[in-house]
Every structure is written in structure tokens, then in C-alpha cells.
């Protein structure tokens, strides 16, 4: 399974974006479909995740802000993440994440650049 990231790019402070995650093909039983951002000089760090269920996970500092949501439609598995409100601190390069049993796919990342 090979994942690509898109939608990343320039924007100014106060500016939105929407990421989108496609995958080569279908990812059937997946635990978590996954956002993490890699800042420049730091850790990849998760920012969002989806669960079978429905349920979604999002670190304190990007609630509200943040949106992960999946789309059915297509032959691959595809995801979002919508970003509001950017500020230069979500600066960084923008992985997505498919987790199976079988282990974690990731994508190369888009990079997003928030201009003040």
C-alpha cells in the first residue's frame, strides 16, 4: 500500500487548508487512519486519527481546529485534514499514517508553510 499526501503549500496566518491522503488501494481492516505534523527541527508528533469507530483523537493544542474525516467513495482509501485558523506553528511537513495489523503505512508528507 503507498500513501500520497496533497494540498499542501503557502498560506498566511488565519488561512485554511484542506490535506488529502490517498492510498494505492483499499486499506481493509485499518486500526487508526492518522495525521502527524514533523515541525521543523522536531519530532514527528500525531495530530489527528480516526477510528473504525468513528471516533477521533486530536491533541489539545490543535481541538477545534483541526478536522480528520475519510471518504468512502473510490477504489483506495482516502482521508482529510482540514486545517482553520493556521498560524506559522503548524509550520511543518504533514505525514499521513494507515495503521492495520499488519503495521503503519506512511506517505512521504506535503509541506505546509504559514507566512505571519
Known amino acids: 500500500v503507498q500513501l500520497v499526501e496533497s494540498g499542501g503549500g503557502l498560506v498566511q496566518a488565519g488561512g485554511s487548508l484542506r490535506l488529502s491522503c490517498v492510498s494505492s488501494e483499499r486499506i481493509y481492516g485499518w486500526y487508526a487512519l492518522s495525521w502527524y505534523r514533523q515541525a521543523p527541527g522536531q519530532q514527528r508528533t500525531l495530530v489527528a486519527q480516526?477510528?473504525?469507530?468513528?471516533?477521533?483523537?486530536?491533541p489539545d493544542s490543535v481541538e477545534g481546529k483541526f478536522t480528520i474525516s475519510k471518504d468512502n467513495a473510490g477504489t483506495g482509501t482516502t482521508w482529510y485534514l482540514q486545517i482553520n485558523n493556521l498560524t506559522p506553528t503548524d509550520t511543518g511537513v504533514y505525514h499521513c499514517a494507515g495503521t492495520t495489523s499488519r503495521g503503519t503505512h506512511w506517505g512521504p508528507g506535503t509541506k505546509v508553510n504559514v507566512g505571519s
Open positions: 480516526l477510528r473504525p469507530s468513528g471516533g477521533t483523537i486530536y
